[in-house]
């Protein structure tokens, strides 16, 4: 092993120590290989200590430059990731995704500064790359009930995806924290779900709150269930396991399909957020409810609104025509 590697590996235990989602400790490993193979290929550095300022500049130009998919960390992965049948293959990685692979490394050299590996951080000076804002696609409402109605809810797989697509939109979920949820986290009478810390992404315990028709809904959910499957998962498979993310995100596809629009997950959850502030929700609540470490993340994610919908969203909350009304 390389010295890099060693620190890398020393860098992954301190993060598992901290109880790290499985998805960040994954992000983090891979945009560090990738890393660490540049600094190689390129430099002939093996010791993470010997970067500076101008050679990551260096390497951000680098990442523009080459296209998606054209380097990877270990040959062998080529394999089994079949790269070259990707349809984005060497397309331009877009600045979003160069700042994540920024952010991840900053926080390995923060590591590597706290533990006293290096009297200076290189990336101190580093900053995000400006990005266009891209808002996030809206479902309507009869898209939203054409795709339940494109469900066949007298198969199990269908039900169930069905029921899953409701409380998404109805809580703002995630749907690894969806696919997660056990039958004694569902709090029918209080309308309320409990996501365990181990599933969420900021690793806290958090509730969130469903409406009285989503509890009509669970109730009949539950009871079919329990007459096809003996497992404790709330959204299980037909073979009683948990339904994995990628099984659900393919047959919502197909069922966006069916009706001819193309629809994913995280928009369910996008939708809900929108569709709260629209209601009248404020974003403090908004940034409790979606599970956010700073309202900012909130902010920045989901305030999406069009002039229209500040049009529809003042009119019902003009102070002159409220006051008015309280005076009748």
């Not at 890398?8 to 290989?33: A, G, H, V």
């Not at 365990?196 to 959910?221: C, D």
Request: overall charge positive.
């Amino acid at each position: 092993m390389e010295k890099i590697d060693i620190q890398i590996d020393q860098f992954m235990n301190y993060c598992q120590s901290k109880n790290l989602s499985r998805k960040t400790l994954m992000s983090y490993e891979q945009t560090l290989k990738l890393f660490a193979r540049y600094l190689f290929d390129n430099l002939k550095i093996t010791d993470a200590t010997k970067l500076t300022e101008k050679i990551y500049r260096d390497y951000i130009i680098y990442i523009q430059e080459r296209g998606k998919y054209s380097v990877v960390a270990e040959e062998k992965s080529k394999e089994t990731n079949y790269p070259q049948n990707r349809k984005d293959l060497n397309k331009k990685v877009s600045p979003a995704t160069i700042n994540n692979y920024t952010r991840n490394i900053k926080v390995f050299y923060s590591f590597l500064f706290e533990q006293n590996f290096i009297k200076k951080n290189p990336l101190k000076n580093i900053k995000s790359i400006k990005c266009a804002r891209k808002p996030k696609e809206f479902i309507e409402d009869m898209e939203i009930i054409k795709l339940l109605k494109s469900m066949d809810n007298s198969k199990f797989h269908e039900y169930r995806d069905n029921i899953i697509t409701q409380i998404l939109l109805d809580t703002g979920m995630r749907i690894g924290e969806t696919l997660s949820i056990l039958v004694q986290d569902l709090d029918l009478a209080n309308r309320s779900i409990l996501l365990q810390a181990e599933n969420t992404k900021g690793s806290k315990h958090r509730y969130v709150y469903f409406s009285p028709i989503m509890q009509k809904e669970l109730r009949r959910w539950l009871q079919y269930k329990d007459r096809y499957v003996e497992s404790n998962y709330l959204f299980p498979s037909i073979k009683c396991n948990k339904l994995q993310i990628g099984s659900f995100e393919t047959n919502l596809r197909q069922y966006g399909q069916r009706i001819g629009i193309n629809i994913h997950p995280h928009q369910l959850r996008n939708n809900f957020a929108k569709r709260f502030l629209m209601a009248g929700g404020n974003l403090f609540t908004l940034s409790k409810i979606l599970g956010h470490s700073d309202i900012s993340i909130t902010t920045n994610s989901y305030l999406d609104l069009s002039d229209d919908d500040i049009r529809k969203t003042y009119q019902a909350f003009s102070p002159l025509e409220n006051m008015r009304k309280a005076g009748k």
